[in-house]
């Protein structure tokens, strides 16, 4: 079974026009709080984890696993016609300002779903400042302020370099 | 104090989950049991 989680604070409507692009097949469900960051422990994405029938994790890859590269459907491909892949997979390292990270991003989407625009970017903000790499919460900065460089299916990935330039 | 940071590695049980679907659905990562679940997270950014 493939089940995919669509991250953003923007919820289901930010996600579906990707899902029916692909005329996706699958289950998908939106996670607006960052809840998986949380409880599975990571700062980027996108991911992959392979579940097995039992519930345990056999594989994991974190932050670059791009499924428009066939080397990486390959993956989910391979494991799901012979029970195993060949890849290694990855992990990330993270320390106590995770959470704190998390809490603020947490604390500055409710702020976003009252309309306070301007206070959630601060909380996130402050997630940033405790965890810089913490691509899940700086991404989604830049995704409200400049939503014409995010969505409708073309994301601008040289900008977001020339962001990460300057230090944003 | 550092709080404590979740982390889900190979050989750990995945967290069980309850999230909202694009069809307004509440999907739990549990309603998978006894299958293989290949869990892809992404976003539209």
């Known amino acids: 079974m493939v089940l995919t989680v669509a991250v953003d604070v923007q919820g289901a409507d930010k996600a579906r026009p990707y899902t029916e692009k ?3 097949t ?3 469900v939106v996670d607006e709080a960052n809840a998986l960051g949380q409880l599975y422990g990571y700062k980027a994405i996108p991911n992959l984890f392979l579940i097995e029938a039992d519930g ?3 594989f994991k890859e974190l932050g670059t696993f791009n499924v428009l590269e066939p080397a990486k459907r390959a993956i989910v491909d391979q494991w799901a016609a012979t029970g195993a892949t060949s890849e290694k997979g990855n992990t990330e390292d993270l320390d106590g300002s995770h959470a704190q990270a998390n809490a603020h991003f947490l604390f500055g989407q409710q702020l976003f779903k009252r309309g306070m625009t301007q206070d959630a970017l601060t909380e996130w903000r402050k997630g940033v ?3 810089p790499d913490n691509y899940n919460i700086r991404k ?3 995704a409200i ?4 460089r995010f969505y409708d299916g073309k994301v601008d990935y040289d900008w977001q370099d020339e962001q990460l330039a300057k230090g944003l | 104090m550092a709080k404590p940071v979740n982390v889900v590695n190979v050989g750990d049980k995945a967290p069980d989950f309850t999230l909202r679907s694009l069809d307004g659905r509440d999907v ?3 309603d998978y049991i006894g299958k293989r679940v290949a869990l892809f997270i992404w976003a539209s950014w």
């Open chain 1, 26 to 28: 699958f289950t998908t």
């Open chain 1, 22 to 24: 692909a005329n996706a």
């Open chain 1, 145 to 148: 302020e400049n939503p014409d």
């Open chain 1, 56 to 58: 345990t994790v056999s």
């Open chain 2, 28 to 30: 739990s990562l549990s």
């Open chain 1, 140 to 142: 989604q900065i830049w």
């Open chain 1, 129 to 131: 400042a405790l965890e």
